[in-house]
């Protein structure tokens, strides 16, 4: 079992991927490491508050004084298994309840929240993204007995969240239920819960989103970067 100094040690990804879910056993990944790991693997930036420093211009065209990009750490299969053993347990605290379904969205939700069903014992699979931001589902009938645990590996809107439930509620051939409790690794959200359900999320960032009329670090001047083209500079590593 590594301590909290031995993860916080390691600054590569080749150091990382050392780890494995049995190096958390007897104690729980804390906030710090669940940061570190995250930065290693270039899937987390949040603006220092120096207005010399860059900011983040999203795709939409607002601004922000951060960026997730989960799937940078998701891709590593073991990291994948400690960070969804966490919320498991954590979600399991909140509401022992069994779960019949885990289901996620379709890209980067599939492979966190089939390691989450892992640990539940549950059955799992994804909704599959449509046009116009919809989320289908039409491989699997859930029966109308069983109960579904939503997953998500990010929560910006809740949009992806809701669009998931919509999907499944009009391909499936029978009411669903939902368990009341549903997991989100990373929560950048104001979004507490939705219908029953109440969001459990292993860590919690405050990420402002703006328009640039409205953005106090553009009027600061700070410059506006596209956070995937100018990752290096963004983050000081240029």
Known sequence: MRTLEHVLQMKT???LRLLTPSDYDGRHITLEEIRHILEVCDALWLHSGDPARPHAELTSGKCSDGFVDVLRALRFPRICQIMANEL???MWDECDH?????????HAGATFSHCVAMWFNAQHDFTEKGPDKTQAWNRFVIGPEE?????EELMTTAGTFEAVRAGIRTGNPTPVRFSPVAGVLVHRSSVERIEDTQIIWLVHYDINVWDPKDCPLCAAGSKRLRPKQHWAE????A
Do not use: H, P, R
């Open 98 to 106: 069994e779960y019949d379904w885990v289901i996620g969205s379709d």
């Open 234 to 237: 963004l983050t000081g590593k």
């Open 13 to 15: 990804i080749q150091d």
């Open 88 to 90: 498991a347990a954590k």
């Open 147 to 151: 109960m579904v645990c939503q997953v």
